[in-house]
């Protein structure tokens, strides 16, 4: 049953909400059924079977190895335009604690951020436009692998995903249990921060812990450079921008040798960045002061940066649609403009690369915000309310991106 807290206007949530018990469903299944990326067999199966019921007039499977794409013809295609939408399909190597029947039935996997639930959308758009076909193009819906620090939406873009489907732009969401169940944010540029993995390898002399002046030790080294690290945000990124770097592990020695010091020691965090120029000033200040930390104190360091996923920017006139078409669905007071960036990584940021368009927050929490189990928690779950309005929002944007032409 819908909640009553959740209103929204229009055909196209109405016409879904009658198909809302298929849809949670399909969500439930897939929960018990974690998948992880570019292993989501089951899922894509399932998703497969859901489409053809739907009566999408393409499927294309096997995309970044499980991937799948289905397009919907309009009742026009006079514009020959197509625009695309994307849900991710893959679960998280941990362990569920939840104890209701759809927990998942795969020990160390678990749909702890919801892709589940946006599969199921996506599902529901699909249903909904086949059903319909009010609009003048085509449909381009991705049900993308591996998003979970495996970029399956590069692997897809890398397999020529907008060659073969030339979308004029994009657009995905990610339900936010901060926000409560009838809300959508958005924010004309960055949504998710870029993503880069940093590992600092120190070498120092290992020896005797009852002589460490014949030592260079490794340990004091990296606390030095923790310490020091802290200070590059603080004193080289302008206040007005943002920058986090959280140094996350640490390796060295063996526990059970208590007077043993060792001669290496790793240090392994995470970088968070919104613009490539701070992202360029973090690194190049990483490799400084860990050097140079390292080197007063006798010994080397090595930094290894890697830049995993880049930041998650809206284009803005697509934001601002998409922010139009919630606001038509929901009204003003429940459509965030401007919503606070989150300092998460997303790889849908490689589709924003290639194409313009748009991610959007999904409020799905309790009904004031608190309380609401957050995203990568062992005792997460969709809230399958939001289901039908997932589904509408999707679809609306297709309807009105690619609105039919009055007849000559």
Same mark, same amino acid.
């Given at each position: 049953?819908?909640?009553?807290?959740?209103?929204?206007?229009?055909?196209?949530?109405?016409?879904?909400?009658?198909?809302?018990?298929?849809?949670?469903?399909?969500?439930?299944?897939?929960?018990?059924?974690? !998948?992880?990326?570019?292993?989501?067999?089951?899922?894509?199966?399932?998703?497969?079977? #859901?489409?053809?019921?739907?009566?999408?007039?393409?499927?294309?499977?096997?995309?970044?190895?499980?991937?799948?794409?289905?397009?919907?013809?309009?009742?026009?295609?006079?514009?020959?335009?197509?625009?695309?939408?994307?849900?991710?399909?893959? #679960?998280?190597?941990?362990?569920?604690?939840?104890?209701?029947?759809?927990?998942?039935?795969?020990?160390?996997?678990?749909?702890?951020?919801?892709?589940?639930?946006?599969?199921?959308?996506?599902?529901?758009?699909?249903?909904?436009?086949?059903?319909?076909?009010?609009?003048?193009?085509?449909?381009?819906?991705?049900?993308?692998?591996?998003?979970?620090?495996?970029?399956?939406?590069?692997?897809?873009?890398?397999?020529?995903?907008?060659?073969?489907?030339?979308?004029?732009?994009?657009?995905?969401?990610?339900?936010? +249990?901060?926000?409560?169940?009838?809300?959508?944010?958005?924010?004309?540029?960055?949504?998710?921060?870029?993503?880069?993995?940093?590992?600092?390898?120190?070498?120092?002399?290992?020896?005797?812990?009852?002589?460490?002046?014949?030592?260079?030790?490794?340990?004091?080294?990296?606390?030095?450079?923790?310490?020091?690290?802290?200070?590059?945000?603080?004193?080289?990124?302008?206040?007005?921008?943002?920058?986090?770097?959280?140094?996350?592990?640490?390796?060295?020695?063996?526990?059970? #040798?208590?007077?043993?010091?060792?001669?290496?020691?790793?240090?392994?965090?995470?970088?968070?960045?919104?613009?490539?120029?701070?992202?360029?000033?973090?690194?190049?200040?990483?490799? !400084?002061?860990?050097?140079?930390?390292?080197?007063?104190?006798?010994?080397?360091?090595?930094?290894?940066?890697?830049?995993?996923?880049?930041?998650?920017?809206?284009? +803005?006139?697509?934001?601002?649609?998409?922010?139009?078409?919630?606001?038509?669905?929901?009204?003003?007071?429940?459509?965030?403009?401007?919503?606070?960036?989150?300092?998460?990584?997303?790889?849908?940021?490689?589709?924003?690369?290639?194409?313009?368009?748009?991610?959007?927050?999904?409020?799905?929490?309790?009904?004031?915000?608190?309380?609401?189990?957050?995203?990568?928690?062992?005792?997460?779950?969709?809230?399958?309310?939001?289901?039908?309005?997932?589904?509408?929002?999707?679809?609306?944007?297709?309807?009105?991106?690619? +609105?039919?032409?009055?007849?000559?």
């Amino acid at each position: 049953m819908l909640s009553p807290r959740i209103k929204a206007h229009g055909r196209a949530f109405a016409h879904i909400a009658a198909f809302h018990p298929q849809l949670t469903a399909l969500r439930r299944d897939l929960h018990a059924h974690p !998948e992880i990326g570019f292993e989501e067999r089951y899922t894509a199966q399932r998703v497969v079977e #859901a489409l053809k019921v739907c009566g999408v007039d393409e499927l294309h499977t096997g995309i970044a190895k499980t991937g799948v794409v289905a397009v919907v013809h309009g009742r026009q295609r006079r514009s020959g335009q197509m625009m695309g939408l994307r849900a991710d399909m893959d #679960a998280l190597p941990m362990t569920e604690q939840n104890d209701f029947a759809w927990k998942s039935a795969k020990p160390g996997m678990m749909h702890g951020c919801g892709h589940d639930g946006h599969t199921a959308m996506l599902v529901g758009a699909a249903r909904y436009l086949a059903e319909t076909r009010n609009f003048d193009g085509s449909a381009v819906l991705i049900f993308q692998p591996g998003e979970e620090g495996f970029a399956g939406a590069k692997a897809m873009i890398e397999e020529g995903l907008f060659e073969r489907f030339p979308v004029k732009s994009v657009f995905a969401m990610h339900n936010w +249990p901060h926000m409560r169940p009838g809300t959508v944010g958005v924010n004309p540029g960055p949504m998710m921060a870029a993503a880069d993995r940093i590992t600092i390898e120190i070498t120092g002399q290992g020896g005797h812990g009852a002589h460490p002046y014949q030592t260079v030790d490794p340990v004091l080294v990296a606390a030095h450079i923790i310490t020091a690290v802290q200070s590059i945000v603080s004193r080289n990124v302008r206040a007005v921008d943002s920058a986090v770097i959280s140094l996350c592990a640490m390796r060295a020695g063996e526990l059970g #040798a208590f007077s043993v010091m060792p001669g290496t020691a790793t240090l392994v965090g995470t970088v968070r960045t919104f613009s490539a120029e701070v992202q360029n000033v973090v690194e190049r200040r990483l490799r !400084e002061v860990c050097s140079g930390v390292a080197m007063g104190l006798g010994a080397s360091a090595h930094v290894l940066y890697e830049r995993i996923y880049p930041a998650t920017t809206n284009t +803005p006139d697509e934001a601002h649609f998409a922010a139009d078409v919630a606001q038509q669905l929901l009204g003003r007071d429940h459509v965030d403009r401007s919503m606070d960036p989150s300092m998460g990584a997303e790889d849908f940021s490689f589709m924003l690369q290639a194409k313009p368009g748009a991610y959007l927050r999904l409020g799905q929490g309790a009904e004031n915000g608190v309380g609401s189990c957050v995203l990568h928690n062992s005792r997460y779950d969709f809230n399958d309310e939001v289901l039908p309005l997932g589904a509408a929002l999707h679809a609306s944007l297709i309807e009105q991106g690619l +609105p039919l032409c009055e007849d000559l």
